[in-house]
Nanobody, 123 residues
């Protein structure tokens, strides 16, 4: 079983930055595809960014140029650097992993999920 633990959420003013971290428990971490998703109250879960085991990335149009996904295989950790945050970025953020997801922004492609970390951006 894969366990994912997110951290780094918090409250920030518009224009600020946060970095989310997601630590994975499995030793085969380097072969995972990882994704970041967010869900605001009353809304569907939305794919934000994804990174493949070769380091290639994909982003939702709403965050391109502001968010950067990366990973550190030695630390079994992936990151989501969020800059120029906007109030509409407010949501619970989740990391997800799977061996077979590809660089997908679809929640259905991932079988393993973290518990989420809250990001709140005030205007």
């Amino acid at each position: 079983q894969v366990q994912l633990v997110e951290s780094g959420g918090g409250s920030v003013q518009a224009g600020g930055s946060l970095r989310l971290s997601c630590v994975a428990s499995r030793y085969t971490y380097s072969r995972f595809y990882f994704g970041w998703f967010r869900q605001a109250p009353g809304q569907e879960r939305e794919g934000v960014a994804a990174i493949a085991h070769d380091g290639s990335t994909i982003y939702a149009d709403s965050v391109k140029g502001r968010f950067t996904v990366s990973k550190d295989n030695a630390k079994n950790t992936q990151y989501l650097q969020m800059n120029s945050l906007k109030p509409e970025d407010t949501a619970m953020y989740y990391c997800a992993a799977d061996f077979w997801a590809g660089r997908s922004l679809s929640a259905g492609a991932y079988n393993y999920w973290g518990q989420g970390t809250q990001v709140t951006v005030s205007s």
